[in-house]
């Protein structure tokens, strides 16, 4: 059974590029979260995808944005990058029912420069 | 605003020790309960969930629960250095959409 898969692994940006990430989930599950991890924040929620619809947002500014196609994978993108946007962005996925466990893809680490 | 804390460590261990990973967490309607661990530089990996109150083994993992004292507990048996990693605690509410996790706690298991 296929894990969850992000691509890419690495970027490198330049500061008020924009970057658009790929999450293809588990086979089956509906549910996409993203999740942004850096040194001094830890994983901080940026949204949650179900079913094409955003069902939960984290605090974050609206540059960054997403969304979920037909087959769950989902896409996140950020505008306007900033140094600060540095991070692993991570996307976990589950069947999205209460109780239900998510498995994480290996991230994207990018870098803005 | 629902939050998970954890001791941030590090928390070192010899080989073969127990290692107890705390956590806590502030929303009492949380229902579901996860422990992950990860390595420097990769995603985390879940190790447990937990529902209900009390434990739940898992080869040498054990997690505890309790709901009233909103706390919750990972117990790691005969520790190896290969367990040297970051737990991260996970919460996750009535509705089932949405995870926090608390900072994690770094482990050290000494040889």
């Known amino acids: 059974k296929a894990g969850v898969t992000q691509t890419p692994r690495y970027l490198i940006k330049t500061r008020g590029q924009q970057v658009t990430l790929s999450c293809s989930p588990i086979?089956?599950?509906?549910?996409v979260s993203w999740y942004q991890q850096t040194p001094g924040q830890g994983l901080q929620f940026l949204f949650e995808y179900f079913s094409e619809t955003q069902r939960n947002k984290g605090n974050f500014p609206g540059r960054f944005s997403g969304r979920q196609f037909s087959n769950s994978r989902s896409e996140m993108n950020v505008s306007t990058l900033e140094l600060g946007d540095s991070a692993l962005y991570l996307c976990?996925?589950?069947?999205?029912?209460?109780?239900?466990?998510?498995?994480f893809g290996q991230g994207t680490r990018l870098t803005v420069v | 605003q629902k939050e998970v804390e954890q001791n941030s460590g590090p928390l070192s261990v010899p080989e073969g020790a127990i290692a107890s990973l705390n956590c806590t967490y502030s929303?009492?309607?949380?229902?579901?309960f996860f422990w992950y661990r990860q390595y420097s530089g990769k995603s985390p990996e879940l190790i447990m969930s937990?529902?209900?109150?009390g434990d739940k083994e898992d080869g040498r993992f054990t997690a505890q629960l309790n709901k009233a004292s909103q706390y919750v507990s990972l117990l790691i048996r005969d520790s190896q250095p290969s367990d040297s990693a970051t737990y991260l605690c996970a919460v996750n509410d009535n509705y089932g959409q949405n995870f926090v996790f608390g900072p994690g706690t770094r482990l050290s298991v000494l040889p």
């Open positions: 929303d009492r309607g949380s229902q579901s």
């Open positions: 086979s089956g599950h509906r549910s």
């Open positions: 937990i529902y209900s109150n």
């Open positions: 976990a996925s589950s069947f999205g029912q209460q109780g239900a466990e998510a498995f």
